[in-house]
């Protein structure tokens, strides 16, 4: 069975630190991780993807994750936070070349300036 | 490459009548999804289709729920006879099936009154 925890629901920092959304997921074959962003009153768009092969995923707008399958852990970073990062964001899990995906529940980054 | 397009994209009704969200997916994919979401319930997978086939509708809420992908091109979500709690954002979603990362339309914001 498949399952993704987003460790927080709400984030806060301040701009130009660092940012950290935490996500772990449980999955009994080798997943797919992705993380999407959701600006207020927009759709959902993908950040970046893990689909087995560099562990550090690069996405856009500087954001990375670390897939770490002993933690059983796919956090997404950013070193400098900015003002238009504040949005929702989801841990998705997927098991490759099957047809269900699994939300997370969202953690919501608030940038302070 | 226009992405996933929906409509209409705001939609206010009465409590009773029929409401049908529309949705159209990037050319050439084979899998389609529709959610909901709302700020209790966050996001929530009503049903998706592959090569035109319901595969799952295990999430869509009662029988005044109904989905249909009559070709690749185009679905429709009805509501029959909508309530006010059926008030919130739906998101269609098209992947390759070969793939796993969703593309997301813009929504449609369904209010009724």
């Known amino acids: 069975a498949q399952s993704v925890t987003q460790l927080d629901s709400h984030v806060s920092v301040s701009e130009g630190t660092p940012v950290l959304l935490r996500c772990n997921y449980s999955?009994?074959?080798?997943?797919?991780l992705f993380w999407y962003v959701q600006h207020p009153n927009k759709g959902l768009q993908l950040l970046l993807k893990?689909?087995?092969?560099?562990?550090l995923v690069k996405g856009i707008n500087g954001f990375e994750a670390e897939f770490k399958k002993s933690e059983t852990s796919f956090h997404l970073t950013k070193p400098s936070a900015h003002m238009s990062d504040a949005a929702e964001y989801f841990c998705?899990?997927?098991?490759?070349?099957?047809?269900?995906?699994?939300f997370g529940a969202g953690t919501r980054l608030f940038v302070k300036a | 490459d226009a992405g996933v397009i929906q409509s209409p994209r705001h939609e206010v009704t009465e409590m009773g009548q029929e409401v049908t969200l529309r949705c159209k997916p990037i050319?050439?994919?084979?899998?389609l999804f529709w959610y909901r979401q709302t700020m209790m319930r966050g996001l929530e997978l009503l049903i998706y289709?592959?090569?035109?086939?319901?595969?799952?509708d295990s999430g869509m809420p009662e029988d005044r729920f109904s989905a249909k992908m009559p070709n690749a091109s185009f679905s429709t979500l009805k509501i029959q006879p909508s309530e006010p709690r059926d008030s919130a954002v739906y998101f269609c979603?098209?992947?390759?099936?070969?793939?796993?990362?969703?593309?997301f339309g813009p929504g449609t914001r369904l209010t009724v009154l």
């Open positions: 979603a098209s992947r390759l099936a070969e793939y796993n990362e969703q593309f």
């Open positions: 999955s009994s074959y080798s997943p797919s």
């Open positions: 893990y689909t087995s092969a560099a562990t």
């Open positions: 998705v899990v997927s098991v490759p070349g099957g047809f269900k995906t699994i």
């Open positions: 050319s050439g994919h084979n899998s």
């Open positions: 289709f592959n090569n035109n086939v319901p595969i799952d």
